[in-house]
């Protein structure tokens, strides 16, 4: 079974600093793409950044990274100097053949000013 | 905005009720994606549909159903309603079917049963 596994249920981080939310997942395909979505307040799914399994370079979008470790099935978000923006609900999700997302349970990430 | 759309927003109605979500995708996106997200289940594939054809099925509940119309756009019924029915309904789409394809979400039709 697919499985996506978000370990913290909140993550806190103060204003410009980085914070960094773990996602593991469980597949035995070798042809799949990862996302890290995020969810605010208004609740609208905003894709963050995403990886196709077979690169090995990770993805970046401005501030927002990712740490693919393919053979431990491992998937980190770091945020670089957070902003208030960025406090929201965030999904780590898999997609494999048969397009389907599957999401983990999230993490709330809260900033301080 | 992802472009897309869908009504109503907020639906409140009974147990044993029976309503009709509706999603517009994005121009020229031939796939369509529903989702459900409650605070039990957490965020959950329902179903999808490409180009008028279902495409594959998730934890859909007999009492659910869908379609995709020849204009694209979808519709998620829900039938026999129940408390634990209440819940965020997501539509997403996407250009095709390809594994590599973005889906774009709408704002979701938030369904409350009283």
């Known amino acids: 079974a697919q499985t996506v596994t978000q370990s913290q249920p909140e993550m806190s981080v103060q204003e410009a600093e980085t914070v960094t939310l773990s996602c593991t997942y469980d597949t035995s395909e070798s042809d799949y793409y990862l996302f890290w979505y995020k969810q605010p307040p208004s609740r609208q799914m905003i894709l963050v950044i995403r990886?196709?399994?077979?690169?090995?370079q990770n993805a970046t979008e401005n501030r927002f990274s990712v740490n693919f470790q393919k053979a431990a099935k491992s998937f980190s978000l770091k945020i670089s100097d957070s902003q208030l923006g960025d406090a929201a609900m965030y999904f780590c999700?898999?997609?494999?053949?048969?397009?389907?997302?599957?999401f983990g349970a999230g993490t709330i990430l809260r900033v301080k000013s | 905005d992802s472009g897309v759309t869908q009504t109503p927003k907020h639906l409140i109605t009974a147990t044993g009720q029976r309503v009709t979500l509706r999603c517009s995708p994005r121009?020229?996106?031939?796939?369509v994606y529903w989702y459900q997200q409650s605070l039990d289940q957490g965020l959950q594939f329902l179903i999808q549909y490409y180009n008028g054809e279902e495409r594959a099925k998730g934890n859909i509940l007999e009492r659910f159903s869908a379609q995709q119309f020849p204009d694209l756009h979808s519709e998620l019924n829900l039938s026999s309603l129940e408390l634990g029915d209440s819940a965020l309904y997501f539509c997403?789409?996407?250009?095709?079917?390809?594994?590599?394809?973005?889906?774009?979400f709408g704002p979701g039709t938030r369904l409350t049963v009283l």
């Open positions: 997403a789409s996407s250009v095709s079917a390809l594994l590599d394809n973005e889906q774009f």
């Open positions: 121009s020229g996106d031939l796939s």
């Open positions: 990886q196709e399994a077979y690169k090995q």
């Open positions: 999700a898999y997609v494999q053949y048969g397009n389907k997302l599957v």
